[in-house]
């Protein structure tokens, strides 16, 4: 190997050996050993500590259980959670957090059906560092690749914006989807003709603008809070164009001549970002922000709003659906979205979507989900209100409300219309003979399969 090494690099070579021969530790010799604590010594001292003291801990009756059956384990009241299931796994002497091994059950206890690692599905934002506006105006955190490198189609930002405080004029390279979360907001922007749009949403309510659109939001008197959807998994907050940047980051000159203005126009422009800052309340009349030029507004089909809060949500036996995509939003022509109510113990039907991953964001309640991925892996996730997930195209998934209160999830896709294949549904109505011969289920069970679509299962005995 040596003689295929160049001689500048063998000098090199020799080099980073006599140094690191030279440097041996000069300075604070207590803090190291010795040699004789190198492998086997007979001197060496053993000591053979009891590890079967964990303290006193509880088993949940489902702890006990065949491992596969999988059932949820409600960890929170239990002293102790212990990292059994049926005959797998044992005890834990530490260390641990025990916080969230009680948040976290099923990574702690999974189910016998997991297998492998399909790669990370779940973001907390409380573990997302918040980004602070100016002045108590606001503040938002994201989850983007960086956190959850899976995630590469899209990204989410989760913003607030206090009473009259503005979320900066700016654009990006990605488009742009939001669902208002709380309170309510006035959004405006100019898009490439010179068409103007304006509006005011609340709760429940979608925007989307366009990649490169520039745009703003300020909150209402209330005040709001918004989580937006990015098609873009490396999106970052930290990253975009902003209004104070390109007027403090071009010669005053060539602004003055761009704007028709004398250069002391700029004199008192802001130092750096502004990004989320307090502002004059939106006027009430939202016709005095209403400007126009001769190529008019944005409206009907090109409207950057859509008022899904006025929406009815359709009722099904676990809970109810209703679905915001291009074919009633054909602006936001890449996002497809359902807003999904699970009611205790019911359970978003085993499904994946054919033409995207799937970016959900849970707004209420606590639930779990099984990611399966090709070949034969599976991960069982844990989220509660403010985690993110995320579930890469075509592997299946189901989510199962295991809290007393409702579950709120929002799912995000990109496609032209809202899909998913329901297992369900495929296996209903697969000629029978050939799902009994694949599976071996009996004729009497696969006739109690769901022909149509249950999209949420009600809970069991309910
Ligand atoms: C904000 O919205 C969430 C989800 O709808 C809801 O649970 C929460 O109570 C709301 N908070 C306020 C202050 O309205
Ligand atoms: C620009 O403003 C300065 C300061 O107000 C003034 O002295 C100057 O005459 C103005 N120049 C033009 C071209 O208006
Ligand atoms: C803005 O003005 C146009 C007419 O120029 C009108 O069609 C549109 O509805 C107005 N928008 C708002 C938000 O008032
Ligand atoms: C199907 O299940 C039955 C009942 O356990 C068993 O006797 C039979 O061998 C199984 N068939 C196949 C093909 O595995």
Redesign the pocket.
């Known amino acids: 190997m040596v003689k295929h090494l160049s001689v500048p690099r063998l000098a090199l070579l020799s080099l980073l050996a006599i140094g690191s021969v030279d440097c041996a530790p000069a300075s604070n010799p207590g803090l190291r050993g010795s040699e004789d604590l190198l492998g086997y010594n007979p001197t060496n001292v053993l000591s053979q500590e009891n590890t079967d003291d964990v303290g006193d801990y509880e088993l949940l009756p489902g702890q006990k259980e065949d491992a596969d059956i999988g059932e949820y384990l409600d960890f929170s009241n239990v002293e102790n959670p212990q990292p059994i299931r049926g005959s797998k796994g044992g005890t834990d002497p530490g260390p641990r957090t025990p916080a969230l091994d009680k948040l976290f059950s099923d990574r702690l206890a999974p189910p016998g059906t997991d297998k492998g690692d399909v790669g990370n599905a779940q973001w907390s934002l409380a573990l997302s560092k918040v980004k602070q506006g100016k002045q108590n105006a606001g503040w938002s955190r994201q989850q983007n690749e960086n956190v959850l490198p899976d995630a590469e189609a899209m990204a989410g930002v989760d913003m607030r914006l206090e009473p009259g405080g503005y979320r900066e004029l700016h654009w990006h390279v990605a488009s742009e989807w939001a669902l208002m ?2 309170g309510s907001a006035r959004v405006q922007a100019v898009q490439e003709d010179g068409k103007t749009f304006v509006d005011d949403v609340s ?1 429940g309510d979608v925007w989307f603008f366009p990649a490169g659109v520039p745009h703003s939001i300020q909150a209402l008197e209330g005040g709001c ?1 918004f989580m937006l959807v990015f098609d873009d998994g490396s999106f970052s907050e930290d990253n975009t164009f902003l209004a104070s940047e390109i007027i403090a980051h071009n010669p005053k000159s060539v602004l003055a001549q761009n704007l028709n203005v004398n250069v002391s126009a700029f004199d008192n422009i802001p130092d750096g970002e502004l990004f989320i800052f307090p502002g004059t309340p939106a006027p009430k009349d939202i016709e005095k922000q209403n400007v126009t030029s001769s190529a008019g507004t944005l409206q009907g089909k090109e409207s950057y709003t859509y008022h899904f809060s006025e929406q009815e949500a359709h009722e099904v036996a676990g809970g109810s659906v209703k679905i915001v995509d291009p074919l009633t939003f054909p602006i936001a022509s890449k996002f497809s979205a359902a807003l999904v109510t699970i009611k205790p113990g019911a359970l978003r039907e085993m499904h994946w979507h054919p033409h995207s991953p799937e970016w959900s964001f849970f ?2 309640g606590t639930a779990r989900a099984t990611l399966f991925k090709p070949p034969n892996t599976a991960t069982t996730f844990d989220y509660h209100a403010g985690d993110v997930g995320y579930f890469p195209q075509s592997e299946s998934h189901y989510v199962q409300n295991v809290g007393d209160d409702d579950v ?1 999830l929002l799912e995000v896709l990109q496609a032209d219309h809202f899909a998913d294949i329901s297992l369900g549904q495929w296996l209903a109505l697969t000629p029978h003979q050939i799902v009994k011969d694949t599976l071996n289920i009996s004729e009497e069970d696969i006739n109690k399969f769901p022909t149509e679509k249950p999209v949420v299962v009600a809970a069991v005995g309910s």
Do not use: A, P
């Open positions: 979360l709380n709760k809070e707004i209420s709120i």
